[in-house]
């Protein structure tokens, strides 16, 4: 019997060494970035830097950035979405991250961006579930990024003044995924909040209203500083409705004397 066995054993070995492993599969998954109450974000405003990982793990799988334009306004923004609609279409910008998996793995996607938005660049984050040979195509991993683009234009950071000076302070003011604003428009400038708070030795000394400029996206006002010292200044953009908000930091420099 027991050489019986032995030779069953021997038997079954080559059969056993013959089992293939698991291979890889290449599996892509897109990503998507939808700026809060507007379009995709895309290469207008920089992109935004995509990391996927294994949420288990940490390993890194993939990294890249999306890029493309901003999508179809109309779907995105004048038309109720049904069920099941898919929101982007070819332009709309994207990342197609490829993953080598060989079972059931369950990922990260972490999105950082727009990256060309200075102190409002945002993170958004989602974890799912991946199948080897199961694409996520069409809208794919679909995240969100609130927020305004502030860009101060006036002043320069560390500008000079001298007492008595009038200072301007201007900023471009734009959704997340550079869509304009402008009275009446889609985006509509009476809509939102734009204001200035002006701080001297860590106080708040200011609050002003920044009015519509004129240009698209362009807001401004002006002040007349208290005093010789530096300032820094805070231009906030608000839409209260949307829980949308963005900040712009920039900073000038009062002396003594005429």
Known sequence: MKRVALLLA?????????TPAARAVETRVTVRVRAHDAKFIGTGVGGVQVVVRSADTGRLLASGRIEGGTGNTKTLMKTPIARGQRLSDGSAAAYVATLDIDEPTRIEVVA???LAAGSNVQTAARTLWVLPG???AGDGVL?????????PVS???HQFFRTGDEVTIEAHVAMMCGCPIKPGGLWDADKYAVKALVQKDGKQVAELDLAYAGATSRFKTTYRPEGPGSYKVLVTAADPSANNFGVGVTSFVVKGGK
Not at 143 to 151: C, I, S
């Open 155 to 157: 002043p320069v950071p």
């Open 10 to 18: 021997a038997l079954s070995l080559p059969m056993f060494l013959a």
């Open 134 to 136: 199961q694409d996520l």
């Open 112 to 114: 950082r961006g727009p």
């Open 143 to 151: 995240l969100e990024l609130q927020g305004f683009l502030v860009y």
